[in-house]
């Protein structure tokens, strides 16, 4: 399942990976290429699907963190 992720941009044509990338507000240049495209929608995937640029700052972890300060 890593695998696919890590390939999904991959099948996608230039025009999906900039709109994809414009409607998170992720600015790309007119110039960009393939891989300069896929590489900034791979960096940006775990921001797009959980709010934030690290694992650490999910929702689910900050919770759990939280739990066990109470705790």
Do not use: C
């Amino acid at each position: 399942t890593d695998a696919a992720k890590d390939t999904t941009f991959d099948t996608w044509s230039d025009s999906d990976l900039k709109h994809y990338l414009d409607s998170y507000g992720v600015p790309n240049y007119q110039g960009s290429t393939s891989n300069e495209l896929r590489a900034m929608a791979k960096k940006q995937a775990n921001y797009f699907r959980y709010g934030t640029s690290t694992p650490q700052g999910t929702i689910f972890q900050r919770l759990k963190g939280g739990f066990q300060w109470v705790m």
